[in-house]
């Protein structure tokens, strides 16, 4: 879902896209009802989307890859009307940014599919968690007649894009699933149990991963269906071989716009070595994303799945976990000796050792210890200028700054 070059330059290339990106903010600014779901209280947010807003029109990429539009406004409620009326903004500031009609053509054609699914209307906030919350708890009353008061709360997503239904279907709770089912909820609308780190999965996905068997079976003879997805996350292979065979190998996600998700991201998020093997044994690219996919494997402590995306053209330097580097080390020596810099920081923002030394991270002496021996600097400070000895002796941290000052730390 990435454009080509073609049209990052008819769109006057990276000053051009800066114009319509600050034109289309200044406009959403301006529009009671989309700043509040469009605005972001993060620094330095308008450059972001300049510089993801730059990659997906055909520019060289920039910045970190994060989430896709789909992702970043998970659990919002938005209307159909409020979707059309972000897109009618980003015409308008393309017009006033001197773009031609076939250019502005062309990005209303990429955008327009993922700005549909934006749509997440239904009940209010405090309404629609209730809900989830009866779901989890396994409330069927409380479900249905929520569902009679708001019919399209049904479907509705929650934080990290969970539904009613994906939310008792990880509970196990059969009853409210039935009920749900019966009165016509979707059963493939996926959602994530780790906000943005995981991918998104099916409530059959994750009753097989929770262990709702009866769950996963009621919901296979209701419709639910293990696609390439589900199947490398729950390292099916008979069915993965199936879908590989069938040439979705690379698919992407349609529930991960612009920055591509594919099942290896699945198979590696699911732990599944044999799955992420076959993946990368069909043809897997593991380097387009190798950061993100080293990371989910280091996150995990799995040194096999390490190894593996290491061989197949993951690059170490893109990595942003060194696994549980304070009680096992074996992840963070491999990744440090195939390239991964202690000293940089990460998303610009900390080093592996200043994020140590944080005080909202608690005392980790172990891991500050594994990562001077490891080789980081302690005098390297974070993006801000922030030393580890300034950030853990502003925490309090006693035996972290002993080590930080037997190692040499100013």
């Known amino acids: 879902m990435i454009a080509g070059p073609e049209l ?121 968690q209730q809900a989830i919350v009866a779901a989890g708890a396994g409330d069927a009353d409380a479900v249905a007649r929520l569902v009679e008061e708001y019919p399209r709360i049904i479907d509705q997503r929650g934080g990290d894009g969970v539904t009613m239904l994906w939310t008792a279907a990880r509970r196990g709770r059969m009853p409210v699933v039935r009920r749900l089912v019966a009165l016509g909820a979707d059963v493939e609308i996926p959602g994530s149990a780790v906000h943005v780190t995981q991918v998104m999965v099916s409530p059959y996905c994750v009753a097989v991963r929770s262990r709702r068997s009866e769950v996963a079976r009621y919901l296979l003879d209701h419709g639910a269906r293990v696609d390439v997805f589900c199947a490398a996350f729950l390292g099916e292979l008979d069915a993965l071989r199936e879908h590989i065979a069938a040439g979705l190998v690379d698919a992407q996600s349609p529930h991960e716009d612009f920055h591509p998700v594919t099942p290896l991201h699945h198979a590696v998020d699911g732990g599944s070595v044999a799955a992420t093997t076959l993946l990368l044994d069909s043809g897997a690219d593991a380097r387009a994303c190798g950061g993100r996919l080293l990371t989910s494997a280091a996150s995990q402590g799995s040194i096999d799945l390490v190894r593996l995306l290491l061989d197949h053209g993951a690059q170490a330097a893109d990595a942003e976990s060194l696994g549980p580097v304070g009680a096992d080390r074996t992840i963070g020596t491999l990744l440090v000796a195939s390239g991964f810099d202690l000293n940089v920081p990460i998303r610009d923002q900390e080093t592996p050792l200043t994020r140590a030394c944080r005080a909202d991270k608690r005392e980790h002496p172990e891991t500050v210890a594994a990562l001077l021996d490891l080789g980081a600097d302690p005098n390297a400070p974070n993006a801000k200028g922030r030393t580890p000895l300034a950030t853990a002796t502003s925490a309090g941290f006693a035996a972290t700054i002993a080590l930080l000052r037997a190692a040499g730390a100013r």
């Open 8 to 128: 990052f330059a008819a769109l006057g290339g990276r000053a051009g896209v800066g114009m319509i990106v600050d034109g289309l903010y200044d406009r959403l600014e301006r529009d009671g009802e989309l700043t509040r779901l469009f605005r972001s209280h993060r620094s330095g947010e308008r450059q972001r989307l300049k510089e993801f807003f730059e990659t997906i029109f055909g520019g060289d990429p920039r910045g970190k890859r994060d989430v896709g539009m789909q992702r970043r406004h998970a659990g919002r409620r938005i209307s159909a009307e409020e979707s059309e009326r972000w897109l009618a903004h980003f015409a308008v500031s393309m017009g006033e940014a001197g773009v031609g009609a076939p250019a502005q053509a062309a990005v209303l054609d990429l955008l327009r599919e993922p700005a549909a699914r934006l749509v997440n209307d239904g009940a209010p906030k405090e309404v629609l």
